[in-house]
């Protein structure tokens, strides 16, 4: 069994830099399958779900190239294949992009249907009714998804839900179809830009990604081209909660300022200073803490993937404040993680309160899921004592060396194997 074992109290000071965003790798390496040339991608975490994702593209016959650390060339002018039923595609949520990609590719597709966190039910409805509007056959049998088109045709899409998979999976599609396809009330997340950036630099024409309305001009033929990821919104975010909770001082470096600003904002609201920089944003954590309440929302409101690390802060306060979470329906299985440690949390429905003025004390703490486990990695760097953290698998799908990054920072954790 793998456990991190974090001593508290230390304040975390220092400079830490970001690497690529997990949920704009995992669009942009699926978009390669539409490519007929090599492309290359820069700035590639390493991190579990990245690695799981480029070992599916092999096995559809994609060829790889390491050029370093995080660069990667993907060639797949020859693969064939349009089929993926392993154990690994049905493992993670971002597989859905095999729908959208193959789909773009080869007209036809066959995948299990994805897992990812366990944060609530995760359906793939907005997917489904983006594709049949392109003139796509779906079955759905056993737990494997089967579709099939003669045509891919443009069409004008109303999303009933913001949803961000299904924003990139219409467009991974659509800039094959023949016409124009409308996404309205598309995602508008930092990641859904982009893999428009990366799929118009091949020569797609994507119109408004970054607004909710989106238009897509489909075209035959898609080039080979070099990309570089955008720094991870959320990766960033976590150091920025973990600055505040240990009242340290951290330069968080290689970001995109604008894509913080919800949790800029709320940090400020805290009482914490933070100072922006054109790539790199200072965070100073401060002896005590506002309430406040949070409200998770689409970009450019404040991230659900932020909500379990920002709950640690609420915690941390003298007074009551509120999570709201509106994206997922059953995102807050953490909080009996958190309460083992002395906190005061009350669930109702999708808003959790949080009573502060209590010190975290150390506990033994699982992992519930990827950024639970940040959040637990926080609450334990905030503590009295020592706290473990178990089911690291989770927290690895996600961050690039958290614990070489975090110890650099004069955290006192080390991963130990039994
Ligand atoms: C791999 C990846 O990028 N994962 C991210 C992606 O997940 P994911 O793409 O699964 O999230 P969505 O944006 O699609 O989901 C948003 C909401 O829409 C609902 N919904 C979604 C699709 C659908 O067909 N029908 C439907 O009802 C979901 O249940 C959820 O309530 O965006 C989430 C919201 O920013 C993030 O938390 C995840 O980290
Ligand atoms: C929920 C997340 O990931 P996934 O969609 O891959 O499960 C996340 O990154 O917080």
Do not use: W
Not at 183 to 209: S, T, W
Request: net charge negative; aromatic share 6%; glycine share 10%.
């Amino acid at each position: 069994m793998e456990r991190y074992v974090i001593e508290g109290g230390t304040p975390l000071k220092g400079e830490v830099s970001i690497a690529g965003a997990k949920n704009a790798a995992l669009g942009l390496i699926p978009a390669t399958i539409l490519s007929e040339g090599v492309c290359k991608l820069e700035n590639i975490p390493n991190i579990k779900d990245v690695n799981r994702f480029i070992n599916i593209l092999r096995k559809l016959g994609v060829k790889t190239t390491q050029i370093n650390e995080n660069t990667i060339t993907f060639d797949a002018q020859n693969i064939e294949q349009y089929e993926m039923l392993d154990d690994e595609t049905r493992k993670m949520r971002a597989s859905y992009y095999l729908l959208g990609a193959l789909l773009g590719r080869f007209k036809k597709v066959t995948i299990p249907f994805p897992g990812g966190c366990d944060i609530g039910v995760r359906p793939i409805d907005q997917h489904i009714k983006g594709f049949e509007a392109l003139g796509v056959k779906v079955e759905i049998e056993h737990g494997v998804i089967n579709m099939y088109a003669e045509k891919l045709i443009g069409a004008q899409i109303y999303m009933d839900v913001v949803s961000v998979g299904a924003t990139i999976n219409i467009m991974l599609a659509a800039v094959k179809a023949e016409g124009m396809t409308v996404i309205e009330n598309a995602a508008r997340e930092p990641h859904v830009v982009d893999v428009a950036n990366f799929l118009n630099l091949m020569g797609a024409n994507i119109k408004g990604a970054g607004t909710d309305i989106i238009k897509i001009n489909g075209v035959t033929e898609l080039r080979g081209c070099e990309y570089m990821v955008i720094p991870d919104q959320i990766e960033a975010g976590t150091y920025m909660v973990a600055a505040v909770a240990t009242k340290g001082d951290v330069l968080i470096k290689n970001v995109i300022p604008k894509h913080l600003e919800s949790i800029s904002a709320k940090l400020t609201e805290m009482g914490a200073e933070i100072i922006e920089y054109d790539d790199a944003i200072r965070v100073i954590g401060k002896e005590d803490l506002n309430s406040i309440n949070v409200k998770t929302l689409p970009y450019p409101g404040f991230p659900t993937d932020l909500q379990q690390p920002m709950a640690v802060l609420m915690c941390l306060t003298q007074g009551t404040g509120t999570i709201t979470e509106s994206i997922f329906e059953n995102r807050f299985k953490y909080v009996d993680e958190l309460r083992r440690m002395g906190a005061d949390i009350l669930v109702d429905g999708r808003v959790a309160i949080f009573s502060g003025g209590k010190q975290l004390s150390g506990a033994t703490l699982r992992a519930t899921d990827l950024r639970a486990g940040a959040a637990m990695v926080i609450a334990g760097l905030a503590a009295d004592g020592i706290t473990e953290v178990t089911e690291l698998k989770h927290i690895e799908r996600g961050y690039e060396n958290l614990e070489g990054k975090l110890r650099s920072l004069g955290a006192k954790i080390k991963k130990v194997v039994d």
